[in-house]
């Protein structure tokens, strides 16, 4: 008996966890990106910091430190005033996602980032960093 309550139990778990990646990776990464660049322009540093991987969350284990390293260090996330997706990549078959950003800054320059989100325990997707590239042309990721 004990067998078939541990069996069922890591049948439902592997079904979980296929039921949560079968979205479309792509889609749900551009909806955190669009959620986070939302939350950023708006000031919104809870919503902002929840939508950062754990090992960034590590890094700065305050919200109001990492709102402070956004506007510091990639100042045009979070005074973006029009972004648009380019390219994407999966690797790892749908562990990372790659996504390309076309960012304009209200100062009206135009930036690349390049976002890397990892696939997390419960099935959503988290920030895990981002690259700024100081030109809108695509380079590649």
């Not at 919503?47 to 990492?66: G, Q, T, V, W």
């Not at 009206?108 to 696939?119: I, N």
Request: hydrophobic letters at 40%; aromatic letters at 8%.
């Amino acid at each position: 008996m004990l067998k078939r309550i541990a069996c069922i139990a890591f049948c439902s778990v592997l079904l979980a966890h296929a039921s949560a990646r079968a979205g479309d990776p792509l889609s749900e990464a551009q909806q955190v990106i669009s959620d986070q660049l939302s939350a950023l322009v708006a000031r919104d540093a809870t919503k902002a910091y929840a939508l950062a991987s754990p090992d960034i969350r590590a890094k700065f284990p305050d919200e109001n430190r990492f709102v402070d390293m956004v506007r510091k260090y990639y100042g045009p996330l979070s005074t973006s005033s029009r972004y648009a997706f380019g390219r994407s990549k999966l690797l790892t078959d749908g562990e990372t996602v790659l996504q390309e950003v076309t960012i304009s800054a209200r100062d009206g320059k135009d930036w690349t980032a390049v976002y890397e989100l990892k696939h997390q325990q419960d099935g959503s997707y988290k920030i895990n960093g981002v690259r700024m590239l100081s030109k809108s042309t695509s380079t590649g990721i």
